[in-house]
């Protein structure tokens, strides 16, 4: 028996190959007539990105908001979720973090060792039902609050209900899902579907 082993390595995730070959005087006769066996075992634990490897879309980003974008994008995807709606909510969120962190927040965070795609990450059981869930915008407790159904908390809150709405269309569109607007008496207003939307 004759035992090959190959490695390889694709983006955020490496992949070993292990060819098993029953190897006789046929089998050098006539390939077709012998057994191949082909296991192949995917390795975890690596994230995709890092300061120097990154998505195209964060290029032109300020150092401090795509450093933020990458942390949230390599967490997004130990998530489970996929690549190519883990980037916008990353540079979404990153950019609502930079325009409302006060200075020393971002002070600290510039300290911070720089996101790395072995680094790890909890995963969040409800992540994935999170984002196909439905985009709420709801009154409450003086304040007009942004959710997604089965989020424990909002995602944001404004005094504006104009202000709500627009963050909620942007996190609706990111994820693909359905935003549902409701009146101040909490019955549903309107509603707006963003899955078919490229």
Same mark, same amino acid.
């Given at each position: 028996?004759?035992? $090959?082993?190959?490695?390889?390595?694709?983006?955020?995730?490496?992949?070993?190959?292990?060819?098993?070959?029953?190897?006789?005087?046929?089998?050098?006769?006539?390939?077709?007539?012998?057994?191949?066996?082909?296991?192949?075992?995917?390795?975890?634990?690596?994230?995709a990105?890092?300061? $120097?490897?990154?998505?195209?879309?964060?290029?032109?980003?300020?150092?401090?908001?795509?450093?933020?974008a990458?942390?949230?994008?390599?967490a997004l995807?130990?998530?489970?979720?996929?690549?190519d709606?883990?980037?916008?909510?990353?540079?979404?969120?990153?950019?609502?973090?930079?325009?409302?962190?006060?200075?020393?927040?971002?002070?600290?965070?510039?300290?911070?060792?720089?996101?790395?795609?072995?680094?790890?990450?909890?995963?969040?059981?409800?992540?994935?039902?999170?984002?196909?869930?439905?985009?709420?915008?709801?009154?409450?407790?003086?304040?007009?609050?942004?959710?997604?159904?089965?989020?424990k908390?909002?995602?944001?809150?404004?005094?504006?209900?104009?202000?709500?709405?627009?963050?909620?269309?942007?996190?609706?569109?990111?994820?693909?899902?359905?935003?549902?607007?409701?009146?101040?008496?909490?019955?549903?207003?309107?509603?707006?579907?963003?899955?078919?939307?490229?």
């Amino acid at each position: 028996m004759n035992k $090959k082993v190959a490695f390889f390595t694709i983006p955020s995730q490496s992949i070993y190959v292990t060819l098993n070959a029953l190897q006789s005087s046929q089998f050098q006769k006539n390939f077709y007539r012998s057994m191949m066996k082909i296991t192949i075992k995917i390795g975890g634990g690596f994230m995709a990105w890092n300061m $120097k490897d990154y998505p195209t879309s964060m290029k032109n980003l300020d150092t401090l908001v795509k450093k933020k974008a990458i942390e949230i994008a390599n967490a997004l995807l130990a998530d489970d979720y996929p690549e190519d709606r883990a980037i916008p909510i990353a540079i979404s969120q990153a950019e609502k973090w930079y325009n409302e962190a006060s200075e020393k927040e971002k002070a600290t965070f510039k300290q911070t060792a720089n996101p790395q795609k072995d680094d790890s990450h909890h995963k969040d059981k409800n992540a994935t039902k999170l984002l196909d869930a439905d985009v709420n915008v709801k009154y409450s407790g003086d304040m007009w609050e942004v959710f997604s159904t089965g989020a424990k908390r909002a995602s944001d809150t404004f005094d504006k209900k104009e202000d709500a709405i627009a963050r909620g269309r942007k996190i609706a569109a990111n994820k693909k899902s359905t935003l549902k607007i409701y009146k101040q008496d909490g019955t549903l207003q309107t509603s707006y579907d963003y899955s078919e939307e490229k």
